[in-house]
């Protein structure tokens, strides 16, 4: 496997899936000409590396776009880049997770991460090409692919996350992290007893890295072990100058700093990940820069999100289908043939199940466990589970069934108050964070199914098809 953000990108351009773009501005033209890549090219976009970014030395560089099809995603984890259909892709990656063992990082004494030191007067965030990503973000936000390191003060485990990170100034960024998120448990620790909280952000990383910050593991665990894991080799570490935390060796660029109790600046306004500017701007805790380290002609990684289908989606899209698949099995429900929430749902929002009904009651079941379940609970909106005839991936065949074996009275059901978010444009107004939720069972109703009077399907069988893609190869294929 690829050992860094540069090799991934050797492995990403042999695929021709990598595209170099020289010239464009920091201020307002990286995020939106992302955005409209991704829009015209829906789950096929390339990574985007933009270089001779005015107002910075060629070769200080910026990425977008690193999980934008299931080829980079497969390249980032070691999975094979040949599959079948999208639902042996969720299957591979499923079983990959559920097999891998925990490798801790090992301490190295150099990397190239540490080409340049910065610390105190010396020290300016703005020495890297920073964007402002969205047309509506009145500042730059230098942390939106990054993995921000902080160390639990009661175990001493260390969680990576994605945490975004507007710049105020060269030596102040700030760094918000929600409610419920590892990090922000990490720092409501440190805060309730009064002391500041040292931090690493990293936001020149390695994809796979930057992968497992981004995805739910689990409490307790650390990203370094859960990535070693993958890899089948620790990750290389060095020890922070400033907070003494490991560090990945060969990360592009690092920001070490301290967030300290009671201080607290406006963070906002960014164009969020429901496609939205949900969130007003608040005061927010922000972090003082102490040192930066950087490799020679860095790499700036980012992943600003906007309305779907954005250079994010498909990553929580993959995790989360996969989770939600795992949790129903291990609940014991039987049958469960495919998971997939759909890019355009923001990856959270419209989950499809498909299920072989066994027994009356199945497809509730299945509908109410995987709205409910750890994996499925945070920020959904609709859950439909559908047959196993239809593919939860297919958009058509899932609107198909919901047309003709849904009846608006008896196949609704609605969860209320559920966990939501704040960036929700729906969010129950005046009960804090909660929405409502609508199930769906577009399911034949299992009892005419049992008397066998539901009409059959105008289709091919799958003998006919075989016979006639041998016979008529030139029409078919
Ligand atoms: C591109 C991107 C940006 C994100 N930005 C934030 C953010 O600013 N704040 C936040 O709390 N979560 C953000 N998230 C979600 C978290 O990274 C995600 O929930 C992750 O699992 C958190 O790790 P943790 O469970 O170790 O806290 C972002 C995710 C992505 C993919």
Partial sequence: MFKDLREWLDEVEKLGELKRVSGAHWDGEMGPLTQLVHEKYHGSAPALLFDDIPGYPAGYRTLYGHFSTLNRIAVTLGLPLEYGSKLEFIENYRRKMEAQELIPPVAVKDGPVLENVHTGNDLDVLEFPVPRHHELDTARYIGTASAVITRDPDTGWYNLGTYRSQVYDGQTVGCQITEGKHGRIHRDKYFERGQPMKVAIVVGVDPLLYLASAS???DGVSEYDFVGGIRGEPVGVIEGPYTGFPIPANAEIVLEGEMVPGESRVEGPFGEWMGYYGVPPVPRPFVRVKAVMHRDSPILTCAPQHRPVDETVL????TGSAAIWGDLRRAGIPEVRG????????GVRFTVISVRQRYPGHARQVLHVASSVQSGAYNGKWTVVVDDDIDPTDIDQVLW????????VEDVDIIRKAWSSGRDPMVLPGTGNFNNRILVDATVPYNRKLKG???PVVGVSPELTRDLYRKWAGVVL
């Fill in 401 to 408: 069934a919901m047309c003709t074996r849904f009846d608006p």
């Fill in 339 to 346: 998971v997939w929430q759909h890019e355009a749902g923001l």
């Fill in 216 to 218: 739910p593991v689990a």
């Fill in 315 to 318: 990553l929580k899209t993959v």
């Fill in 453 to 455: 009077d539901f009409p």
